[in-house]
Every structure is written in structure tokens, then in C-alpha cells.
């Protein structure tokens, strides 16, 4: 707008009124096509279909690429160069999606998705912790996934791993094997999804430079949930399973372990704030203590996600239902934020008192019973 007077004193007579009038409407249409400005993100890979990955490989990276939704320009070159990886990259982010909902089912905001590229919706735009759990744990989606894949042979670039032997095995084992490659999995995850967060130079003590600093943060704290807990996995051999020899090989965690631990990164997370140069993000409170590459950040304070908000991506607890024995977070005080429950009674039908039969038929009955469901006013 400034540069725009400038050139206005400069400019003769119809310049001055076209000028004006031109930037009036790119500032207009900038502000009504792009209401809410909905991220776009990878996370959408996590929602195709099988068949999309199946078309892959006949019509080839090129134009798949640029047809899938929610890569930035950066990742569709990466997806081009890495096309057999893509379908790791969706399972990954799939992996961390329903992680999401598995550890948020009994929490006013459950990680629910919509339907568009943005996959959470608008409350991605605030940079909550929320935000922070929903990266940290789609790149730890996509390291496993990816490693796994390694292991298993499906990608041309990578095998199994060639960790180092820990120095904690037994000196009789063997190691090696084909162990899940974590390495390669970390390098992929870390250059395909912090891609999109490099792509553009944010000034500082900006708004977009404070979200791509969290962004980047959390992606890393996902990847090490990962990778600073690698296992390890042995199988016996010797005579008829007398186990006398072992060979062991580098194994990825359970998943929900992961899910676990970075639930409790959520609930310690860290509240930050730009440095005084406006080009790093320290804590906010000195009483805590400084976060590290584990741990989860966060810019903003969440929402008590009561009621809806649609503009918001907010949805609400009413229709939720909650536990009526609980004092805690599913229970009906908290998830209905006090405006008091419905209750009715459900049939539910199961089946029940089941009896093995010789050989080899389970039979069971139909049993019938009515459970009490609560369901927030
Ligand atoms: C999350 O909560 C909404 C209502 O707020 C509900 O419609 C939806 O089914 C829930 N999703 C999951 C995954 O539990
Ligand atoms: C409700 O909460 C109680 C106490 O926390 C727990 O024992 C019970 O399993 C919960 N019920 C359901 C249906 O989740």
C-alpha cells in the first residue's frame, strides 16, 4: 500500500486512479477468497484412498503428485523424486491421526477431522498445544511408517537397517538380521515434512516466523519420540527352542507407546515466546524448565472447546457423551462444561457364553442388556 503512494506522486493522471482502485481489489479479494487462510497440509495423504496409491504407479509421480492435495511446493518436488515413499507418507500420517483420536476420545477437543486439505480444520491455526500434539505425532506417523517400509523392502532407496550393534547385548547374540531403518526414516520424515515450513523467509518477531519456529519444534520433538526410543528385537534358535543362541535386530516401538509418551509431552508442554531478537523461541516462565527437543511448545493459550465455534473449527461438546462415575476429563462435569447431561437407556446386544465345540466351532448366544448413556445438554 505504501510502495503504491509512491508511485502515485510519480504517476500521471489515470495511474493515480487506477492504482488505488486495483489494489483496493486485490486487498479485497486476498481478505474474501482466503477467509480463514485453512492450512493446507500433508496430513491429507492420510486420507486418500488405497486406490490413490495404486494410480501412482500407473500414471506415474509426475502428474500424481501434483494432483494430491495439501503438499506445499517443496513436497511435490520431494514426492516426484520419492514417489515409492508416498504411500508410507499417507499411512504415517493415518498412523498419527487415529493416535490423535485414540489419546483425545475422552477430551472436549477429540481430533476430529473435517473434510478438506486443512484435515483438522481451522483450530490449526491457533498454535496450540493441540497444534503442537497433532504435528508432533503425524511425523512420528511418518517415521515409522517409513522405517517399517524400509525394512520390509517395498522402497527402492532403503533397506534394512545397519544400526550399530548396542553395546548392552548379550556378547553371545548376534546382531543384525534385517532390522527396521530408523535412520533413513528419520532423514525422509525430516526432509519432507519441515519442507513446507522452510519454503518462505518470515521477518522477524512475525507471526509466521513464531509458527514455523513452533511447527519446526514439535515435528523434531515427534521424530525423536521415535527414534531416541528405538527397541530392540531378538529371536531364539538352538535345539528344539532351548534359545542357547539369539539373534537380535534394531525394532521400532509400539506405536501407541509413542502415542503415550507424547501425551504426556502434551501435558507438560511448554509455553514460549519470541527472544529478544525476534528470531528464536524461548520459554515463557523461567520457573519451568527450558524445553527440550522432546518436549512440545506452544504460542497460544487453547480455547476451553465448550461450545461450538464453527469460524473457529471448534465443534463443541453438546451431543457428547460422558462418563457419569468420573471426576476426570470423560467425565460429565468437565466434557459438558456444566451445562448438565441427558441420560436415557441403550440395548446393546453382544454375543455371549460362548462354548468351544469339537473341532472347531465357537457357538455362542445372543445376550440383550441395556446400558445408561449420558449425553451432554
Ligand atoms: C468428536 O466429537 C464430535 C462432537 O463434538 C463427534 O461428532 C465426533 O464423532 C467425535 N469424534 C471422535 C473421533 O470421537
Ligand atoms: C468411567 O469412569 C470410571 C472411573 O474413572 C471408569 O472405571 C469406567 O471404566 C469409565 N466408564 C467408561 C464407560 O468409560
Redesign the pocket.
Known sequence: MAQTTTQLQKGGKTTKLIRPMYTIIFCFLLVYIHPTSTIEMWWNLGLQRVEVWQKMYMVGAQPMCVALKGLSPGQIRICQLFYDHMPSVGRGAQLGIRECQYQFRNRRWNCSTVNDESVFGPVMELGSRETGFTHAVSSAGVVYSVSRACQEGQLSRCGCSKAPRPPTIHKDWLWGDCGDNIEHGYRFALGFIDKREKERNYPRFSRGLARMLMNLHNNEAGRRAIYKHATVSCKCHGVSGSCSLKTCWQSLPDFRSVGNRLKEKYNGATKVRFNSRGTRLIRRDHKFNKPTKEDIIYLDDSPDYCMAKPEAGVLGTVGREC?W??K?L?GCALMCCGRGYNSFRKKVQERCHCKFEWCCEVKCDLCEYFVDVHVCK
Open positions: 462418563n462415575t468420573s476426570g470423560g
